[in-house]
C-alpha cells in the first residue's frame, strides 16, 4: 500500500498539520506515561493529559472555547478493520511514528458503503500534531514496520461515551457511540453486531 506524508499536498483533502500549538509536554507524558500494549486501546479522557497547560491552548485556539477531552489510542495494529468519522474535528499528536489510514465522508455511497480502494494511507512523523477534518473518515492508527503506536487523541467532550437511546435505519444505524459513526469491515474483528459498510479489501499497510 502507497503511503504518502502529511506534509505532502494529499493530505491537505483529509487534514492539516497543526504548528501552532506546543504539544511537546503532551508527547512526553504519553510517550513515558501511558502502556503499549499488543492490541489496540482507545482511552477517551486521561487527567494527566488534561492537566497539562495544552489543554488549555486546544480548547481556546483550537476548539473555539468548547469543553474538550484529551486521551490516546495505543498498540500494534497494520490494518484498516472500520472506518469511523464525527461531526467534528478531532486533533491527534504522535508520540511514536504512526500510519493513518484515512477517507472522505463524501465519498461514502447512498447505502452507506464504502470501497476501501478510496482510502489513502499517510505517515504521521514521532512529535507531530494534526487536525483530521470532521469529514474525514478515520480508525485505529497503525504502527511502523511492525512497531506499536502511541497517537493521543482530542476531541470535543462526550465524543465517543455510550449512547443514550437506540438508533437504527440508514445513517443513525451506524452511531455507535456519542459523536461517533462506523463503518466495519466484514474481516476487521470488530464486536458481533457492529454496523458493516466497508467493501473491498480490508487494507494492510505492509501489503
Known sequence: MKIYSVADREFK?????????????LVKVLEEGTPLPENVTYVASLPALEELPVMEALTD????????QIGYCNGHNTMLNALEYHRS????????????????QQEIAEDYTYDTGLAKAFFVPKGTAVEIYATTLHYAPCGVKGAGFKVAVILPKGTNL????KHEG????HLTAKNKWLLGHPEGGLPEGS?????GKNLCIDE
Open 13 to 25: 483533502d483529509y487534514g492539516r498539520v497543526i504548528k501552532d500549538i506546543d504539544f511537546s509536554e
Open 61 to 68: 485556539k483550537f476548539y473555539g472555547e468548547l469543553p474538550i
Open 89 to 104: 474535528s478531532e486533533v491527534n499528536v504522535a508520540a511514536t511514528d504512526a500510519v493513518l489510514i484515512l477517507g472522505r
Open 162 to 165: 455510550e449512547l443514550e437511546k
Open 170 to 173: 440508514g445513517e443513525d444505524g
Open 195 to 199: 454496523p458493516m459498510g466497508l467493501v
